[in-house]
Antibody, heavy 115, light 111 residues
């Protein structure tokens, strides 16, 4: 059974940092590009960042470029999102998802940016 | 950025009714490799999204065949042939031909 389990969320003050993790199992993680997608409360889905299967290429939406870093450890089957200089508008549930087709999704982790 | 416009924003249906959702793109979604990376997702209340259809019309494993997708270029449609209660939720189109973008969603509710 495929599982994506996010962790690391919570309440953080504006300007501070937070690192999300996504532990994958049940599929060959190293064969898949991976992405983070977020959903602000009561809003729609928004792509955040993508990383290639081997970590050699990364892509970001403009609003997080220079602040967020996506990375992966294929030996640990784990995806990461380092978020720096957090803003209130980054408040959302963050999902990790796999592949170009967004095949598999985790349950999501809530990040609240507030003083 | 590619803008995906979904219509209608809300859809009221009875059980057994057939419905369609439109997704129109501001740019062609035909990739230079010949694929069109347009997918459909369903997000049930309180749940993460799940993939229904990928590459315009390919049914994801385990998804009932009452769901079907069609279209090309900039115009795409998701059809549900005989709505069931478990189909209620918000449907999103998403493209990954370019930097990924999502439609705003179509909420399917019971009439």
């Amino acid at each position: 059974e495929v599982q994506l389990v996010e962790s690391g969320g919570g309440l953080v003050q504006p300007g501070r940092s937070m690192k999300l993790s996504c532990a994958a199992s049940g599929f060959t993680f190293s064969n898949y590009g991976m992405a983070w997608v977020r959903q602000a409360p009561t809003k729609g889905l928004e792509w955040v960042a993508t990383i290639s299967y081997d970590g050699s290429s990364t892509y970001y939406r403009d609003s997080v470029k220079g602040r967020f870093t996506i990375s992966r450890d294929n030996a640990k089957s784990t995806l990461y999102l380092q978020m720096n200089s957090l803003r209130s508008e980054d408040t959302a549930t963050y999902y990790c998802t796999s592949g170009r087709h967004f095949d598999y999704w985790g349950q999501g982790v809530m990040v609240t940016v507030s003083s | 950025d590619v803008v995906l416009t979904q219509t209608p924003p809300t859809l009221s249906a009875t059980i057994g009714q057939s419905v369609s959702i439109s997704c129109r793109s501001s740019q062609s979604l035909l990739h230079s490799n010949g694929n069109t990376y347009l997918n459909w997702l369903l997000q049930r209340p309180g749940q993460p999204p799940q993939l229904l259809i990928y590459l315009v019309s390919r049914l994801e494993s385990g998804v009932p065949n009452r769901f079907s997708g069609s279209g090309s270029g900039t115009d795409f449609t998701l059809k549900i042939s005989g709505v069931e209660a478990e189909d209620l939720g918000v449907y999103y189109c998403v493209q990954s031909t370019h930097a990924p973008t999502f439609g705003a969603g179509t909420k399917l509710e019971l009439k």
